[in-house]
């Protein structure tokens, strides 16, 4: 069992810069592939980063690249979410997510989720 819990969350103007963080219970979190996913109001909960339990690879949607980088600390068992650049379209609920799927991007293919934080971004 996996506990996740994101923080970092806030509101912030375009243009500005924001980390979340995901805090994962457990001893064994390198085995686990993360991902962050984002869910705007009225849309579906969209896939925007991932990266492999050694943090050796990383794949992110085409929205967000060069703006935003996924990374973790296995020795702090936390995965971050470093978000630049930010654009009103990135408000969202972010939700961080352990699964053990190689570099997945479904939401399907992972097993644990956190409770998600709040990303406002104002123009």
């Known amino acids: 069992q996996v506990q996740l819990v994101e923080s970092g969350g806030g509101l912030v103007q375009a243009g500005g810069s924001l980390r979340l963080s995901c805090a994962a219970s457990g001893r064994t979190f390198g085995r686990y592939t993360m991902a962050w996913f984002r869910q705007a109001p009225g849309k579906e909960r969209e896939w925007v980063a991932t990266?492999?339990?050694?943090?050796?690879?990383?794949y992110s949607t085409a929205s967000v690249k060069g703006r935003f980088t996924i990374s973790r600390d296995n020795a702090k068992n936390t995965v971050y979410l470093q978000m630049n650049s930010l654009k009103p379209e990135d408000t969202a609920v972010y939700y961080c997510a352990a699964g053990i799927q190689y570099l997945a991007r479904q939401q399907y293919e992972y097993d644990y989720w956190g409770q998600g934080t709040q990303v406002t971004v104002s123009s």
């Open positions: 990266i492999t339990g050694s943090g050796s690879s990383t």
